[in-house]
């Protein structure tokens, strides 16, 4: 009887120690044995010290403040060219309908120069039904407030936004662009006559073609240009 009690008691310590040498292994701290100490096992403490970056790593590259558009010298000289425009439009209509009388317009057939022979031409007439002054006061019409600085800082109303009328600034000068290069081709190669002020109204678009497209490739259509683009 006695020999089973001290079996049981023996077995009950076995257990015992078994537990606690598991317990001891699940929270004991990693160890490694060193290069220098085969066989023994040290514990190590590592202490991380954080090293501060370098200025030049740390510091970003600061970005370039880019206008949300043409300054105002740029909008205002648009304005003004697309005025230029529309009053030589308005009086090239006139004289359309007026005896095709311009001022400082000379009606030899031998001068350089001569107004009459151009806005008289087939050429001056699309389809034989809209005179080609017709369509450039049209055009200038609709370039004014498209080239005023409030139609550069259009910034959106109802379903109209700002890249759309960059885009129609865009598509209109381009084909008034065009038709400036169909009446010089009429003019030189056809009529072989030069009209003064049909030659100023092209010299107006030409700038005006050269500041929307220097406009679109700097600042964008119709938003803030990436700096770092």
């Excluded at 606690?20 to 066989?39: E, F, M, Q």
């Excluded at 129609?168 to 002020?197: D, N, P, T, W």
């Amino acid at each position: 009887m006695a020999n089973s009690k001290s079996k049981a008691r023996a077995q009950a310590q076995q257990r015992a120690r078994a537990q606690a040498k598991k317990a001891a292994v699940r929270t004991a701290p990693a160890v490694r044995a060193t290069p220098n100490s085969p066989g023994r096992s040290v514990t190590r403490q590592v202490t991380v010290t954080a090293t501060a970056k370098p200025a030049a790593e740390v510091a970003e590259p600061a970005e370039v403040a880019t206008p949300d558009g043409p300054p105002a010298w740029f909008q205002w000289t648009t304005l003004v060219l697309a005025l230029i425009g529309l009053g030589i439009s308005i009086y090239e209509t006139w004289a359309h309908y007026n005896g095709n009388k311009l001022l400082g317009c000379s009606s030899n057939t031998h001068a350089a120069f001569d107004c009459g022979a151009v806005i008289t031409s087939a050429q001056s007439m699309v389809f034989n039904v809209l005179p080609v002054a017709v369509l450039g006061l049209a055009f200038y019409i609709v370039a004014v407030p498209l080239f005023s600085p409030w139609g550069w800082r259009f910034t959106g109303r109802g379903r109209i936004t700002q890249r759309e009328v960059s885009w129609l600034r865009l598509a209109s000068i381009i084909v008034g662009m065009g038709f400036v290069m169909y009446l010089i081709y009429a003019e030189v190669a056809q009529i072989k006559e030069v009209c003064e002020y049909c030659t100023g109204v092209h010299i107006v678009t030409f700038l005006l073609f050269c500041m929307t497209v220097v406009a679109a490739a700097w600042w964008g259509l119709g938003g803030k240009r990436d700096a770092t683009s």
